[in-house]
């Protein structure tokens, strides 16, 4: 792994880890209430994405061999697969949009601020089904 590959995700990781330090440290005042949230969770979410992408460049690194990376570039470039690729992402995209929709016009009528975080996070999961659910359909229909 060279060092250019890797300082993204350390970078996304020293980030939000100091903001996770900010979040909890330093904005304690009641005034900044919701400015703490903001960097506990921003920084929680870099931090996961960056040890994430950094565990995921060096295992992918140790695994690759000259055969699998040939076949990886194969199925890269494949039309079938591109069209597959492209086939989830406009369904899962419309799918999501119009959930979005529907959980503005609930936040629009409800004031619930804790059911926020869990509604966007649980969307982040439902696209993640998605993308499998109908990959694999997409798979055996073409």
Known sequence: ????????????????????ILGKTVFTADA????????????????ALGIGALAGKIVTNKV??????????IDVNDERNIRIRERVGARTNQIIFYLLCALVLFYGFMGVELW??????AL??????????????YSKEM
């Open 124 to 137: 982040f999961v439902v696209e993640l089904v998605l993308v499998i659910v109908l990959t694999n359909r």
């Open 116 to 121: 926020i975080i869990l509604s966007i996070a």
């Open 64 to 73: 690759v061999t000259p055969d699998i990376a040939r076949q990886k570039e």
């Open 1 to 20: 792994m060279t060092f250019k590959k890797s300082i993204v995700p350390v970078l996304m990781a020293l980030a939000g880890a100091v903001l996770l």
């Open 32 to 47: 900044v209430k919701q400015i703490a949230g903001m960097c506990f969770g921003l920084g929680a979410a870099l931090f």
